[in-house]
């Protein structure tokens, strides 16, 4: 069975302030996919990342940055300068690599609050 | 539009009635995922498509619950008898394929209500 765990409900920072958002996943497969996806208030899912469980290569993209390590089955996303449109729920999902089976599994979500 | 649309954005219904959610892709995916999304919790999968057959359906909750892809683009999330405990957000995403290197891009939503 797959899990996806974030720990953290909520989290409120200032402006500019970074922030760390925590995944912890479990699966029995050598070879999956983990993606993060933001939900802001209007409701539909935007897609972050996709990283492959073969690549623990860090990666930032402008003001995100991804730290996957297989060692702990963890994929945290930071925010470096937070701004107040990045106010929204983020979720950590979960893939097997098969030929066949493609969904997620989804996390519980993050919901970050950010204030100026 | 380029990306994937859903009708309604709304639907309220009474308990033991019949309701029809359509999923229109992005055009050329061949995929099609359907997702529910209860208050304060993340996507629960439900059922996908490959083309126009189910590829797998094992999170469809109970029998209840049927989708259709009958040309291999549109879809429909069919529910009967339906209880107050179906009401969530439905959500439908595709992609081009079933393969690692796609991302799966969401629609906005129908959120049903069951009163």
């Known amino acids: 069975a797959q899990k996806v765990t974030q720990a953290q409900t909520e989290i409120s920072v200032v402006e500019k302030e970074d922030v760390t958002l925590d995944c912890v996943y479990e699966t029995r497969d050598t070879t999956y996919y983990l993606f993060w996806y933001k939900q802001p208030p209007s409701g539909e899912l935007v897609f972050l990342i996709r990283r492959n469980s073969f690549d623990e290569q860090n990666e930032i993209s402008g003001r995100y940055s991804w730290n996957f390590q297989k060692s702990t089955s963890s994929f945290n996303f930071t925010i470096t300068a937070s701004q107040v449109v990045d106010s929204a729920v983020y979720f950590c999902?979960?893939?097997?690599?098969?030929?066949?089976?493609?969904?997620?599994?989804f996390g519980t979500g993050t919901r970050l609050q950010v204030t100026l | 539009g380029a990306g994937v649309s859903q009708t309604p954005s709304n639907k309220v219904t009474e308990k033991g009635k019949y309701v029809e959610l359509r999923c229109d892709p992005i055009?050329?995916?061949?995929?099609l995922y359907w997702y529910r999304q209860s208050l304060g919790q993340g996507p629960e999968f439900l059922i996908y498509?490959?083309?126009?057959?189910?590829?797998?359906d094992s999170g469809l909750p109970n029998d209840r619950f049927f989708a259709v892809r009958p040309e291999g683009s549109v879809s429909t999330l069919k529910i009967q008898r339906t209880e107050r405990g179906d009401s969530a957000v439905y959500l439908c995403a595709s992609s081009a394929g079933t393969s690692w290197s796609t991302g799966q891009f969401f629609g906005p939503g129908t959120r049903l209500t069951v009163l």
């Open positions: 055009s050329g995916h061949t995929a």
């Open positions: 999902a979960l893939r097997r690599n098969t030929g066949t089976a493609s969904k997620l599994t």
């Open positions: 498509f490959q083309g126009t057959g189910a590829a797998d």
